[in-house]
């Protein structure tokens, strides 16, 4: 993983380069299946077709090449495309590289690509925000539910506290529900304290189907239990419920239910918490919260590495930051250090199992992973 | 595109009668392949308002501008821009009119483009002629 943040002088490709390097020159040979996850390249390099633009850097160029793309949730589906290319056979290794590359561009096209995801022809042609699509779900689920402002903070609350002592975190400084509730206004209620910032930044990873790769390679410290999808309206207000992330939920129970394993043997989450609103959501669609009761449980500690349910144990989105295609991969990165007891100061105590949640929208897809150390599987 | 933005054209379904806007192909709710077009009333509910104080790009002249989650009479519900009301005054629940508007110049072709927003007033009905 590079550090989020800015790379003003890094391209694309040499941002993978940054994060690959050292997995390519331990790896015993070179993987057969590049998946690059990216969701702005268009937009931000005048780049398309970044499989083979990246292979190339990466002195990889007879490899499988392709790149993923889904808005915030392209780490999670190149993760699912690699898994699923080993896992079929068609490849005995995979190479995951997810970058994003958005501090460089001017705000308000920022703005626009953030909105990528909603309905254009519905939303972005009169200008709406994608911030202002949460907000206004933010604005009926602190009504419909008696959450207060104050509550709602609960969760950049956490993200932060945990981003404090995380190495490759964008934003290192403590922030109190309070802070966030007084930050300036981005789309009335949400402030900016709310809404993961922007960052650059590349995460790698090195998937093997762990049986014919070199005898000498390191057996597989980290396995994936399961991969999973659910997709679903986009817009939530077209839903027959819209504080219910169905997406989410169902790509959840799949995950579960493939990986043989209970929720509550998960010992922690790294969720798509990229605005306190949608992660209260997300923590109700995995099932960690009652409804209409994720921001109470952020507050009273539920969430805290030291808590029940650890969620965002670097900062998550909010916190450790959101280079959009790159999410995905660095919510894995960050659950193997987890898985790995490399984690330092945010280490889960004894944790064998974690559960990462890659979402693009307001959960029009989500993609979720279940992980375990090795000989964890339950 | 104009019919869908000036005249909230959306679609109704033959066979069981639901409306979508925007028009659907497959209807969401019996699955029909057979819809046919269909005005939308112009007439809603507010039920949730944001003011956006960051502007995508082609609107930064109009920062900040309102937006609200409008149900219209017939249960159809659609994001709006809102416009000719103060956004402290905006409550759940006000009955908003349709109303036509110039929605933004593009600077580079000179292309205006327009469509509909949301008001308290009842504003002037657009007609094909007009357009």
């Given at each position: 993983?590079?550090?989020?943040?800015d790379?003003?002088?890094?391209?694309?490709?040499?941002?993978?380069?940054?994060?690959?390097?050292?997995?390519?020159?331990?790896?015993?040979?070179?993987?057969?299946?590049?998946?690059?996850?990216?969701?702005?390249?268009?937009?931000?390099?005048?780049?398309?077709?970044?499989?083979p633009?990246?292979?190339?850097?990466?002195?990889?160029?007879?490899?499988?090449?392709?790149?993923?793309?889904?808005?915030?949730?392209?780490?999670?589906?190149?993760?699912?495309?690699?898994?699923?290319?080993?896992?079929?056979?068609?490849?005995?290794?995979?190479l995951?590289?997810?970058?994003?590359?958005?501090?460089?561009?001017?705000?308000?096209?920022?703005?626009?690509?953030?909105?990528?995801?909603?309905?254009?022809?519905?939303?972005?042609?009169?200008?709406v925000?994608?911030?202002?699509?949460?907000?206004?779900?933010?604005?009926?689920y602190?009504?419909?539910?008696g959450?207060?402002?104050?509550?709602?903070?609960?969760?950049?609350?956490?993200?932060?506290?945990?981003?404090?002592?995380?190495?490759?975190?964008?934003?290192k400084?403590?922030?109190?529900?309070?802070?966030?509730?007084?930050?300036?206004?981005?789309?009335?209620?949400?402030?900016?304290?709310d809404?993961?910032?922007?960052?650059?930044?590349?995460?790698?990873?090195?998937?093997?189907?762990?049986?014919?790769?070199?005898?000498?390679?390191?057996?597989?410290?980290?396995?994936?239990?399961?991969?999973?999808?659910?997709?679903?309206?986009?817009?939530?207000f077209?839903?027959?419920?819209?504080?219910?992330?169905?997406?989410?939920?169902?790509?959840?129970?799949?995950?579960?239910?493939?990986?043989?394993?209970?929720?509550?043997?998960?010992?922690?989450?790294?969720?798509?918490?990229?605005?306190?609103?949608?992660?209260?959501?997300?923590?109700?669609?995995?099932?960690?919260?009652?409804?209409?009761?994720?921001?109470?449980?952020a507050?009273?500690?539920?969430?805290?590495?030291?808590?029940?349910?650890?969620?965002?144990?670097?900062?998550?989105?909010?916190a450790?930051?959101?280079?959009?295609?790159?999410?995905?991969?660095?919510?894995?990165?960050?659950?193997?250090?987890?898985?790995?007891?490399?984690?330092?100061?945010?280490?889960?105590?004894?944790?064998?199992?974690?559960?990462?949640?890659?979402?693009?929208?307001?959960?029009?897809?989500?993609?979720?992973?279940?992980?375990?150390?090795?000989?964890?599987?339950? | 595109?104009?019919?869908?933005?000036?005249?909230?054209?959306?679609?109704?379904?033959?066979?069981?009668?639901?409306?979508?806007?925007?028009?659907?192909?497959?209807?969401?709710?019996?699955?029909?392949?057979?819809?046919?077009?269909?005005?939308?009333?112009?007439?809603?509910?507010?039920?949730?308002?944001?003011l956006?104080?960051?502007?995508?790009?082609?609107?930064?002249?109009?920062?900040?501008?309102?937006?609200?989650?409008?149900?219209?009479?017939?249960?159809?519900?659609?994001?709006?821009?809102i416009?000719?009301?103060?956004?402290?005054?905006?409550?759940?629940?006000?009955k908003?009119?349709?109303?036509?508007?110039?929605?933004?110049?593009?600077?580079?072709?000179?292309?205006?483009?327009?469509?509909?927003?949301?008001?308290?007033?009842?504003?002037?009905?657009?007609?094909?002629?007009?357009?």
């Amino acid at each position: 993983m590079t550090k989020v943040g800015d790379h003003w002088n890094r391209s694309i490709t040499e941002l993978c380069f940054d994060a690959a390097s050292k997995v390519l020159s331990s790896a015993p040979t070179n993987p057969e299946a590049l998946i690059v996850a990216n969701a702005y390249s268009e937009l931000t390099s005048s780049q398309a077709a970044l499989g083979p633009q990246v292979s190339d850097a990466l002195e990889l160029s007879s490899c499988d090449a392709l790149k993923v793309e889904s808005a915030g949730a392209s780490g999670g589906a190149a993760l699912h495309v690699a898994y699923n290319l080993i896992r079929s056979g068609q490849v005995r290794s995979a190479l995951v590289v997810g970058v994003e590359k958005m501090r460089d561009m001017d705000p308000a096209r920022l703005v626009m690509a953030q909105g990528l995801s909603e309905n254009s022809e519905a939303s972005q042609f009169f200008g709406v925000s994608f911030a202002s699509m949460n907000a206004l779900l933010a604005r009926l689920y602190m009504k419909h539910f008696g959450v207060d402002r104050e509550r709602l903070s609960a969760f950049p609350a956490l993200a932060h506290r945990n981003s404090a002592s995380a190495d490759h975190a964008q934003f290192k400084r403590k922030f109190s529900a309070e802070e966030v509730s007084r930050s300036e206004i981005v789309s009335d209620p949400l402030r900016v304290l709310d809404c993961a910032p922007v960052g650059d930044g590349a995460a790698c990873l090195l998937l093997t189907n762990g049986e014919d790769i070199n005898s000498q390679a390191k057996k597989p410290i980290v396995e994936i239990l399961a991969s999973e999808t659910c997709s679903g309206r986009v817009n939530f207000f077209d839903r027959d419920d819209p504080f219910h992330f169905q997406s989410t939920d169902l790509a959840t129970r799949r995950a579960l239910k493939k990986s043989g394993l209970p929720l509550e043997s998960i010992d922690f989450f790294e969720v798509h918490d990229a605005y306190s609103i949608s992660t209260a959501l997300i923590m109700e669609a995995i099932g960690l919260s009652r409804r209409g009761h994720a921001c109470l449980d952020a507050a009273s500690g539920k969430f805290d590495i030291s808590g029940k349910h650890p969620t965002s144990t670097f900062g998550g989105m909010k916190a450790r930051g959101y280079p959009v295609g790159a999410a995905g991969v660095y919510q894995v990165c960050e659950a193997f250090l987890q898985l790995t007891r490399n984690a330092g100061a945010n280490q889960v105590p004894r944790a064998v199992r974690g559960l990462t949640h890659s979402m693009s929208g307001i959960d029009a897809t989500a993609f979720v992973h279940i992980l375990s150390s090795a000989g964890g599987a339950g | 595109m104009r019919d869908r933005y000036y005249r909230i054209l959306g679609d109704r379904c033959l066979k069981c009668g639901a409306d979508f806007f925007p028009p659907v192909n497959i209807c969401r709710k019996c699955g029909s392949m057979e819809l046919e077009d269909r005005e939308m009333p112009r007439t809603g509910t507010l039920l949730s308002f944001t003011l956006q104080k960051e502007s995508l790009f082609g609107f930064e002249d109009q920062e900040p501008m309102i937006f609200g989650l409008v149900r219209l009479a017939n249960g159809v519900k659609i994001v709006s821009q809102i416009v000719d009301i103060p956004y402290e005054a905006l409550r759940e629940g006000m009955k908003l009119h349709a109303v036509f508007r110039r929605v933004r110049s593009d600077g580079e072709s000179g292309q205006i483009f327009y469509g509909y927003k949301f008001g308290p007033k009842r504003g002037k009905q657009v007609t094909s002629s007009d357009t």
